[in-house]
């Protein structure tokens, strides 16, 4: 499929050729993100939609480091957690009265 781009920053036409199938996807921007979007577009002659696909092919390149597993971490966390307060137990802890009882100062 030949497409025909016109650069926002000129009046010239450039054709992209994409392969056998293109897919479009549609964001949501506030007014203001995208007016920044679109300057930084124009400093580097390029797109909005041509910094999104670069960036998404950034994404996904084979240098890029691999998904977090965050159930791991979360594991992890708490393993160091419980390791320097070895000593904690929640049975310990003092009953709701206990924590708002107040003593009179004399």
């Not at 679109?38 to 092919?57: C, E, H, N």
């Not at 994404?59 to 965050?70: T, V």
Request: net charge neutral; charged share 30%.
């Amino acid at each position: 499929m030949l497409i025909y781009e016109k650069r926002e920053t000129s009046c010239e036409f450039v054709i992209l050729w994409y392969g056998d199938s293109v897919k479009n996807i549609t964001i949501a921007l506030d007014d203001e993100t995208y007016r920044r979007a679109r300057i930084i577009a124009a400093q580097r002659d390029a797109s909005v939609s041509g910094l999104v696909k670069k960036y998404l092919t950034s994404l996904s390149a084979d240098g890029a480091a691999p998904p977090r597993n965050l159930k791991e971490e979360q594991e992890s966390l708490l393993d160091s957690i419980r390791a320097r307060h070895a000593r904690f137990s929640a049975a310990e802890n003092f009953s709701r009265d206990e924590v708002h009882e107040r003593h009179a100062v004399h």
